[in-house]
């Protein structure tokens, strides 16, 4: 059973650099300013491998913020420039 993914991103362009990096190549839209991203993942264990991603990407572009929703569940990963200090569930 697929699982609908989306994440999250304060622009279109940091959803661009997060899609960049992640499988099946994903192309970010946007809505009301922010960066959406939507995946289907074909195992729940492949959520493991996109939190990774995305908690890297985040980190290493200096993105503000995203978010990861799947289900019912969420993660929301917060850069290091002062707006946080990283990953929190």
């Known amino acids: 059973m697929a699982l609908q993914v989306t994440i999250d991103a304060g622009s279109k362009a940091d959803a661009e650099l997060i899609a960049k ?6 192309v970010p839209s ?4 922010y960066g959406i991203i939507r995946l289907r993942l074909r195992d729940p264990r492949e959520t493991r491998d996109i939190l990774s991603i ?5 980190e290493r ?5 995203a978010r990861l929703r799947l289900g019912d569940e969420e993660w929301m990963f917060r850069g290091r420039n002062g707006n946080g ?3 929190s569930h």
Do not use: D, I, Q, T
Not at 61 to 65: E, K, Q, S, V
């Open 21 to 26: 990096e992640l499988p099946g190549g994903p």
């Open 30 to 33: 946007s809505r009301r300013g």
């Open 54 to 58: 995305v908690e890297s990407c985040v």
């Open 61 to 65: 572009h200096h993105l503000a913020w």
């Open 85 to 87: 200090n990283g990953r």
